[in-house]
């Protein structure tokens, strides 16, 4: 398995705002992943964050509103830019493991409310 | 399309009972995965079971899976207070390297 922290765990932040969520994981890995929860509903992929190269977003998501980084294989950062009230959401971080399983495990989480 | 969909959508049972929920998709799959997320934290894995696979356990989670139906069920036996949460399937479609979710099943266990 893989454990996995993230900061911060929640942030009620104002419109217009950025906020940067940082991703630690105890282990060297490939690929991470960034989704995003809204309010009752489930996950949504936002993009794969690759060492070494720029980031893949998903339909409907853009690298200027929410900026990856991933400048080692352990840890990577996600932005949310110019924030308004429909980016209230839980932002998560999830990684592969290697080998037959390819399990996915997945970050606390980072509770995100937009006044 | 590449999805999964979740049945029931919301189900509540008395404590000691049985829950059964369900996932079905539309293309092949390399795997599913089930999850448990309490309150809107985060994701705790549960099982894991291959395309070649047709059941699992892990204590009082069953999992099965039927491919010519392309469908998944998730039981859980002898349900406590604690199992109330809200469970998803997700999927890691053949060719593809991310998981994608289901819409997820409500449980709610009443003592």
């Known amino acids: 398995s893989a454990v996995i922290s993230q900061k911060p765990s929640r942030d009620i932040c104002q419109r217009g705002t950025s906020l940067t969520i940082q991703c630690q994981v105890d282990?060297?890995?490939?690929?991470m992943f960034w989704y995003r929860q809204q309010p009752g509903q489930s996950l949504t992929l936002i993009a794969t964050a690759n060492q070494g190269s720029e980031a893949t977003y998903e339909s409907g998501f853009v690298i200027d509103k929410f900026p990856i980084s991933r400048p080692n294989l352990t840890f990577s950062t996600l932005t949310v830019s110019n924030m308004s009230p429909e980016d209230s959401s839980i932002y998560l971080c999830?990684?592969?493991?290697?080998?037959?399983?390819?399990?996915?495990?997945f970050g606390p989480g980072t509770r995100l409310t937009v006044l | 399309s590449q999805q999964g969909e979740e049945d029931p959508q919301a189900l509540s049972i008395q404590e000691g009972e049985n829950a059964t929920m369900n996932c079905s998709y539309k293309?092949?799959?390399?795997?599913l995965q089930w999850y448990r997320q309490n309150s809107g934290r985060g994701l705790v894995h549960l099982i894991l079971i291959r395309s070649n696979e047709r059941e699992k356990h892990s204590g009082r989670l069953r999992v099965t899976l039927d491919t010519s139906k392309k469908s998944s069920s998730l039981l859980i036996t002898a349900s406590r207070a604690a199992d109330t949460a809200s469970y998803f399937c997700?999927?890691?479609?053949?060719?593809?390297?991310?998981?994608?979710f289901g819409q997820g099943t409500r449980l709610t266990i009443n003592p």
């Open positions: 999830s990684v592969f493991t290697r080998g037959l399983n390819n399990e996915q495990f």
């Open positions: 997700a999927l890691l479609f053949q060719g593809a390297q991310k998981l994608v």
């Open positions: 282990s060297q890995v490939t690929m």
């Open positions: 293309t092949s799959i390399n795997n």
